[in-house]
């Protein structure tokens, strides 16, 4: 019997996105500084522990997937799901993110536990990502996981801005028991969220051909070191070659550009406030928890990338967020009697541009394929999302490391409520030169991206008719052109013969 996908369900499964998108919108806005005010570590020691432990998660992120694949020939993916086995052990593992905030440590205990965090994390949320695929093969039902699942990461968003500051606000600006206190909420939170997720989802059954191939499985794994190694050697060489996708090249460009930027920004904007702007964390969390504006955004952007393409969508992200940090400029140096106003009405703008930078990267790539596809015949979905993900958490431990760099190189003070003016000046370049430097060159790219609804039609039509043995002589200049623009190829590189 076929197991239907509810509204409950799809809200069941959506929840382990409060984590996905708390715990880490937590940790961006709030870690470095807790660590550099309340812990007494130095900006470039904060900064690393990210750093390192993002490295290796993009490490175990590039694997974890192919690993659960497999899951199903061990006892334990037979008797719990090859999935879901892993949202069962990471449930009360989620208990390790209080652990992130106890003072009183050393380097070497936060660098441990954000290591441990950052794998039991990967290890719940990359087989979670698989379970509509799982559940159900319809597109609607599909549709509505995902649908749920992005509602509920918007508010993980939220909570993990406004809570902050309510406590804060509770227990003072100078008190570390708040982040404890907002630590062990969320890991109670986290906990049950996946535990949720775990109870309500299923896993399709194993096909035949999945239970054949155990012994073939079990053949391969006694393979020699040399061909293990070869065998590697191979998978990064696929990883390489979706580079050669000049839509890809221009996408990932795009997506690790803006998203940084976005980090830069979330990483920085605390410490902007506190010393540049003059004003309280809590009132910087306020600001920052704004992004509620993003759950009405998102739906309009569902609309707009329809009718306008993403193209255009990423330029009036870019420009509407390059018009904010001009505008908070202006109010770091003229100090204006109307600041506070004028911060709420920058930070719900800052919002709506960022609501449509991170909607929109993820809604380009399921078409990236079909133009991968154009140029090797083959269906590679997989390796161009471990491709982006293992890019973005690179990414995201290079600027977190950097940011830490050039705080501590600028004469940030560790502790101290007072900084020098150069280690102001400091934080403010970050923002505006780090933060709009990269949403600038974002843009750049952005304006010479030209996948849209209207190209990847006639893409995947001509891929249709090359399937039906259609002549690749008698393409017509227009489809010829616009496949070259997106692969990169000559059209005669393209679809490869067979012979």
Not at 191 to 207: D, F, G, I, N, Q
Not at 481 to 498: H, M
Request: aromatic share 14%.
């Amino acid at each position: 019997m076929t197991r239907k996908v509810t509204i409950p369900i799809g809200i069941g499964y959506g929840l382990t996105d409060i984590m996905g998108g708390g715990a880490f919108t937590v940790i961006g806005a709030w870690l470095l500084f807790y660590y550099t005010t309340f812990v007494g570590l130095s900006p470039i020691q904060a900064a690393s522990i990210v750093g390192i432990a993002r490295i290796v998660d993009a490490i175990v992120s590039l694997f974890m997937g192919s690993f659960t694949d497999h899951f199903y020939k061990n006892h334990f993916g037979k008797k719990f799901g090859r999935r879901r086995f892993f949202l069962l052990i990471g449930s009360p593992l989620m208990l390790v993110y209080a652990l992130l905030w106890l003072n009183g440590m050393n380097y070497w205990f936060y660098l441990s536990v954000y290591l441990l965090f950052e794998i039991i994390a990967a290890m719940v949320l990359i087989p979670w990502e698989t379970l509509p695929s799982e559940m159900t093969k319809d597109f609607n039902q599909r549709t509505k996981l995902s649908t749920c699942r992005m509602f509920l990461s918007a508010v993980g968003t939220f909570m993990a801005t406004f809570i902050p500051g309510l406590l804060i606000g509770h227990f003072g600006e100078n008190n570390a028991m708040a982040y404890l206190v907002n630590g062990l909420f969320f890991a109670v939170l986290f906990a049950v969220c996946v535990m949720v997720s775990y109870s309500v989802t299923w896993e399709r059954a194993l096909t035949p051909a999945m239970l054949a191939d155990l012994d073939r499985i079990k053949s391969t794994d006694k393979k020699t070191l040399g061909q293990q190694l070869r065998r590697f050697g191979k998978l990064w060489a696929e990883y390489g070659s979706t580079l050669k996708i000049r839509a890809f090249r221009k996408h990932l460009a795009i997506y690790l550009l803006s998203f940084t930027a976005k980090d830069i920004f979330n990483t920085v904007f605390v410490f902007f406030c506190v010393y540049c702007l003059s004003v309280s964390s809590s009132f910087a969390a306020g600001l920052l928890s704004l992004s509620i504006i993003g759950l009405p955004v998102t739906l309009l952007a569902g609309l707009a990338i329809v009718k306008y393409g993403p193209s255009r969508l990423y330029i009036c992200s870019y420009s509407i967020m390059l018009l904010c940090l001009a505008s908070l400029y202006a109010v770091y140096v003229y100090h204006p009697q109307s600041k506070i106003l004028l911060l709420y009405a920058i930070a719900v703008t800052y919002q709506i541009g960022r609501c449509l930078l991170e909607f929109t990267p993820w809604n380009v790539f399921p078409f990236i394929p079909d133009i991968d596809e154009m140029v090797t015949k083959k269906r590679r979905e997989g390796l161009f999302a471990a491709v982006m993900t293992f890019s973005r958490k690179t990414t995201v431990a290079i600027a977190t490391f950097f940011v830490g760099v050039i705080l501590q190189e600028g004469g940030f003070i560790t502790g101290s409520a007072v900084q020098s003016a150069h280690a102001i000046s400091t934080i403010a370049m970050l923002l505006f030169i780090g933060t709009g430097g990269l949403l600038a060159l974002a843009l750049w790219v952005a304006l010479t991206f030209r996948l849209n609804k209207r190209t990847h039609t006639i893409l995947v039509q001509d891929v249709e008719r090359l399937k039906n043995s259609g002549d690749k002589q008698q393409v017509d200049p227009r489809t010829r052109a616009i496949v070259e623009d997106l692969t990169g190829y000559r059209y005669d590189k393209v679809w490869p013969q067979t012979r």
